[in-house]
């Protein structure tokens, strides 16, 4: 079992900043690809963004790239989510994921087995 706790969510600004940490606990995710997915007021989730635990490789979705950017601690268990020139319509309640039968990124929840329970974001205008 791996759970995964969030951390970092907020009220922001336009054009403001958050990082978003997301901490696994009960078993080592260095070999596991981890993503984040968010759900907007009324909306479906999505995903957001993804990174493999090899190589590191990263993949986003389009309305974040350039902005958002994802990265991994190995030995702290934690991803991350670096989130510049927020947007309004970035709000949303964020979430970690975890896949723990592929080291590369799926950008289908799916795949995912491992959720945490999601931080809320906030970009006011």
């Known amino acids: 079992q791996v759970q995964p706790v969030e951390s970092g969510g907020g009220l922001v600004q336009a054009g403001g900043s958050l990082r978003l940490s997301c901490a696994a606990s009960?078993?080592?995710?260095?070999?596991?690809?981890m993503a984040w997915f968010r759900q907007g007021p009324g909306k479906d989730r999505k995903f957001v963004a993804g990174?493999?635990?090899?190589?590191?490789?990263?993949a986003y979705a389009d309305s974040v790239l350039g902005r958002f950017t994802i990265s991994r601690d190995n030995s702290r268990n934690t991803v991350y989510l670096q989130m510049n020139s927020l947007k309004p319509e970035d709000t949303a309640i964020y979430s970690c994921?975890?896949?723990?039968?592929?080291?590369?990124?799926?950008?289908?929840?799916?795949?995912?087995?491992?959720w945490g329970q999601g931080t809320q974001v906030t970009v006011s205008s």
């Open positions: 990174i493999s635990s090899s190589n590191g490789r990263a």
């Open positions: 009960g078993r080592t995710v260095n070999r596991y690809a």
């Open positions: 994921a975890v896949n723990p039968d592929s080291e590369y990124v799926r950008p289908l929840q799916k795949h995912y087995t491992y």
